[in-house]
């Protein structure tokens, strides 16, 4: 029976790269000369630090744009609020979600269901498992899949007949 599973997954190595790169651009840019703004990783937890909100800012937008030239979607950042540190520092700390949560695969399941294709959608831990009768339903899954869920990055992996 061929199936395929919908999964949200980030490359780590490139998150990283990113980062660096971050930094790197950060050091040289003169806005930022004699500042502390830097952005530090820890496994999928970034943490972007900085003078002033202004430059928190900027640095976040700095670090959206080298994640997207690494083709990772920035949709899958989660920004938390601005924390004040020690004088007029500021800090932010930016988590980069993995996986398919469960209200995201019980509403993937729900648009599966509900579109009458001849196809089985069951969750399996942070992804979902969608399996039917022929390889052209399991494809019209995948463009409903596509177009009902934009607002979150998904990828379509371990498509077997």
Not at 11 to 30: I, L, M, P, Y
Not at 133 to 148: F, S, T
């Amino acid at each position: 029976m061929p199936t395929f599973d919908i999964v949200s997954e980030v490359d780590k190595q490139e998150v990283r790269n990113a980062v660096d790169q971050v930094n790197k651009e950060v050091s040289t840019r003169f806005d930022f000369r004699g500042s502390d703004a830097r952005v530090e990783q820890a496994d999928y937890v970034l943490t972007v630090c900085a003078d002033t909100e202004f430059q928190l800012d900027q640095v976040q937008d700095i670090l959206s744009q080298k994640l997207s030239k690494r083709s990772i979607d920035v949709k899958c950042l989660e920004f938390g609020k601005v924390e004040k540190v020690s004088g007029n520092k500021v800090k932010r700390s930016v988590t980069v979600k993995t996986g398919v949560e469960t209200e995201l695969a019980k509403k993937i399941v729900k648009l599966v269901k509900d579109s009458k294709l001849k196809v089985q959608a069951s969750i399996q831990g942070d992804s979902v498992r969608v399996s039917g009768a022929k390889r052209d339903v399991l494809q019209e899954a995948i463009a409903l899949v596509k177009k009902g869920i934009s607002d979150f990055p998904l990828q379509f992996q371990n498509f077997r007949d």
